[in-house]
Every structure is written in structure tokens, then in C-alpha cells.
């Protein structure tokens, strides 16, 4: 089951009165695909509007709206679930119970305070849909026209969350893309179960991006101990190459021996393995000196290393 299914099913365990069945069923036939004076016609692939959209009629229309249920099978194996409401009688029933005009918009007559959540919960199952969160966070409403979209966006600000418009092809869409404001939502509509999974599901990416970050972190510092390391051989090497190890004090030529048998070792490592311990800075303090004597062996100077 996808998440957006997910969600769907959440926010069908929570029509549970009739202002909510009330508020779902007319944003359901507001947000529907086609809703003329003679049709309204609903689409969808989701299974789950099956015990909802049929049995929400039911319950506030009875017998006296006809539904018609169509199902269309698809190549790709899926089912385009049609439910529509033909004539205009039936229409104009439906219409003014909602008080619903030529123009469509959202009329907040039809929205107690309690069931603004339910409403959003029932444009989600008509035309609202979300990415799977380990791949994306973008939760999206395709709306069939832009002053519906308009209305919508504006229930959506006076709920706390701000979200983008798009035009597509044949519709207007309005989308949530940062999942502090997806989760919000979520838990506006009823789908509390999808919230918890999208926390779970951010934090485990979070904790493995900074899995990740670290492993980089790491994988540089070593990279850089090494390069160091290699640095301090071959100034080792140019002194041993023109004979100064000899002229070394005894505390360089311990920690150029021992640079010498162990590239692999910190300067912190190097510190503690001496005869006379020292600190990380204490070492690099020396290597500057061998680097200088070095680097004066390279330039010909007869007196490096003393």
C-alpha cells in the first residue's frame, strides 16, 4: 500500500459523526473531477473510496440519488474507480444541499469549526495525494480550478501551514513540501497514524545523514593524518639522505625514528608511545623543527641540524 493509501485509510477511521460525514461528502463532490448541472463525476485508483464515497451517500442522500460505480482495469494492473451522478435532477439536489453554484467555491456554511479537519481529509481522498517520505516530503492537492484552489490555499494558511500553487496541464495544484507543516496537516485531518510514521521515518534519515556526515568527517581527518604523515617521512628521508639523523637532538631523532616505523600513528599516538610523553601540539612542534631542517638540507645549507 502506498503512503498516500496510507493516509487515505487513517482518515476514513475517522468519519465518525454526521457534521464530519457531512463536511467529508461535500468536499468530495466539491473537488470531484466533473460537477455540471446534469453530472458529477468522481475518479480514482484508491480502493479505499470504495467504503467511503458509496456509503457516505447512503447515509445523507438515501435512495434518492442514484449512484453509479465503474471499474476500469488499467495495463499497469491498476483500477480506475469511476462514481458518478447523473441527471439533473439528481444534481440539483446534491447542489443545493451544499449550496453548491455554477462557480465553484467553498462555502464555509457547510464547515462547523469541528469539521474544517474532516473537510481537508475529504479533498485529500477526492484529489490529494504524498510522496513516500524516504524518497520525498511533498504532499499535494490537483484541484480542478483556480478559484477552488484559491479557497483552498486559504483554509490551508488559516490552519498554520503555507503552501505553493502550481498549474498542470488540466488542473491547479496546491502542495506542502516542508514536513514540519506535512505532519501538521496530517494530524489536522485525522491521519495521526501517518504522522508518527513520517517522524519515524525523518528521523531515521536524519540519523543517517549524520551516519554518513561523520563517515565523511572521518574518512577526511584520516585522509589528512595520512597525507601529514607521508609529509614528515620524506623530510625525514632528506635528512637521513644527507646524513643528519646524527646531528639531531635526542628528542627529534626519537620522534623521527618513530615517525619512520609507524605512518599510521596520530600525532597524539606518536606523543604517548615516546620515552618522555607529550602532548599533540608538543609533536607537531618538533615536526615543524625537522621540516625546517629538512627544508635547509634541500637548499644546500652544510649546517641543517645543528
Not at 271 to 281: A, D, T, V, W, Y
Request: glycine share 6%.
Amino acid at each position: 500500500m502506498s503512503f498516500s493509501d496510507n493516509v487515505r485509510q487513517n482518515i476514513r477511521g475517522t468519519i465518525n459523526d454526521h457534521d464530519k460525514r457531512f463536511a467529508c461528502l461535500y468536499a468530495m463532490l466539491l473537488f470531484s473531477r466533473t460537477l455540471t448541472k446534469d453530472e458529477i463525476c468522481l475518479k480514482s485508483e484508491s480502493e479505499i473510496l470504495d467504503s467511503v464515497f458509496p456509503i457516505l451517500m447512503k447515509t445523507i442522500f438515501g435512495a434518492r440519488v442514484p449512484l453509479q460505480v465503474e471499474c476500469k482495469p488499467r495495463k499497469d494492473g491498476s483500477v480506475l474507480r469511476i462514481y458518478r451522478i447523473t441527471g439533473r435532477e439528481a444534481v440539483t439536489k446534491i447542489r443545493s444541499t451544499f449550496h453548491i453554484h455554477e462557480l465553484r467555491r467553498i462555502d464555509m456554511r457547510n464547515l462547523p469549526t469541528n469539521s474544517i479537519g474532516m473537510f481537508l481529509g475529504g479533498v485529500f481522498l477526492t484529489c490529494g495525494s504524498m510522496t513516500d517520505p524516504h524518497k520525498d516530503y511533498h504532499l499535494e492537492f490537483t484541484v480542478p480550478t483556480q478559484e477552488l484552489c484559491n479557497d483552498l490555499c486559504d483554509i490551508l494558511l488559516s490552519v498554520g501551514v503555507h503552501p505553493g500553487t502550481t498549474k498542470r496541464r488540466y488542473a491547479h495544484a496546491a502542495y506542502l513540501k516542508v514536513s514540519e507543516e506535512i505532519a501538521d496537516l496530517l494530524t489536522f485531518m485525522g491521519a495521526q497514524k501517518s504522522t508518527l510514521d513520517l517522524i519515524d521515518i525523518k528521523i531515521d534519515k536524519e540519523v543517517k545523514n549524520n551516519i554518513n556526515r561523520l563517515n565523511n568527517c572521518d574518512m577526511a581527518n584520516i585522509d589528512k593524518t595520512i597525507s601529514a604523515a607521508e609529509k614528515q617521512r620524506d623530510d625525514i628521508k632528506v635528512i637521513i639522505l644527507h646524513g643528519g639523523m646524527s646531528k639531531l637532538t635526542p628528542e627529534l631523532r626519537e620522534l623521527a625514528e618513530l615517525r619512520m616505523d609507524n605512518l599510521h600513528l596520530s600525532l597524539q599516538e606518536l606523543g604517548e608511545m615516546l620515552k618522555k610523553p607529550i602532548s599533540r601540539s608538543g609533536v607537531n612542534h618538533r615536526f615543524r623543527k625537522l621540516a625546517a631542517i629538512a627544508d635547509q638540507y634541500r637548499e644546500g645549507s652544510a649546517n641543517a641540524g645543528e
